[in-house]
T-cell receptor
Framework: AQSVSQHNHHVILSEAASLELGCNYS??????LFWYVQYPGQHLQLLLKYFSGDPLVKGIKGFEAEFIKSKFSFNLRKPSVQWSDTAEYFC?????????????FGAGTQVVVTP | SQTIHQWPATLVQPVGSPLSLECTVE??????LYWYRQAAGRGLQLLFYSVGIGQISSEVPQNLSASRPQDRQFILSSKKLLLSDSGFYLCAWSVKAGFTDTQYFGPGTRLTVL
């Protein structure tokens, strides 16, 4: 069965530190890839997405992610985090062959940025 | 612009009681609609999806059901709640772009079953 793995459940780092969150999936076919973020008390919202083309995608708030097909990975990065980046981050994968767009989510990574 | 509403925001219900959660989307027509559940420490699990009025597909067997009485309304129900139904329920919508478009999520309903 297809699965999505996020390597860290909790990450604590200081402001200005760099952030990288790992995401790997097990499906071998063509996929669409997403990172969603849930700030405290807010909706789950899209951070960035990859459908095709340049494997390095840029999202909102200075985030970027790189799709490495050979590694089945879609890691999220930010060079310098801010306190406001404290949130839970979810990786999600969608098989392009699905007829109804099912999103398979990872378990999420809680990121805490300390001042 | 499109918006998605869910209510109630929070709900505390006794075991064995019925449930009705509502989701409505504004600013778009004929969307795909989805119900997810997020349990503590776990990712989101897809429960139901709908491609049109009266068309519901279930992803996992469970104590819950869904209905779509109107184009932009999606309802999650249960006749008798179980303790295991506690969780955070999210509704989402997407446009019909080959089913591969982005899903947009509502604010969610936190359900506690006691």
């Amino acid at each position: 069965a297809q699965s999505v793995s996020q390597h860290n459940h909790h990450v604590i780092l200081s402001e200005a530190a760099s952030l990288e969150l790992g995401c790997n999936y097990s499906y071998g076919g063509t996929v669409n890839l997403f990172w969603y973020v849930q700030y405290p008390g807010q909706h789950l919202q899209l951070l960035l997405k990859y459908f095709s083309g340049d494997p390095l995608v840029k999202g909102i708030k200075g985030f970027e992610a790189e799709f490495i097909k050979s590694k089945f990975s879609f890691n999220l990065r930010k060079p310098s985090v801010q306190w406001s980046d404290t949130a839970e981050y979810f990786c999600a994968v969608m098989k392009t062959t699905d007829s109804w767009g099912k999103l398979q989510f990872g378990a999420g990574t809680q990121v805490v940025v300390t001042p | 612009s499109q918006t998605i509403h869910q209510w109630p925001a929070t709900l505390v219900q006794p075991v064995g009681s019925p449930l009705s959660l509502e989701c409505t989307v504004e600013g778009t027509s004929n969307p795909n609609l989805y119900w997810y559940r997020q349990a503590a420490g776990r990712g989101l699990q897809l429960l139901f999806y709908s491609v049109g009025i009266g068309q519901i597909s279930s992803e996992v067997p469970q104590n819950l059901s869904a209905s779509r009485p109107q184009d932009r309304q999606f309802i999650l129900s249960s006749k008798k709640l179980l303790l295991s139904d506690s969780g955070f329920y999210l509704c989402a919508w997407s446009v019909k772009a080959g089913f591969t478009d982005t899903q947009y999520f509502g604010p969610g309903t936190r359900l506690t079953v006691l």
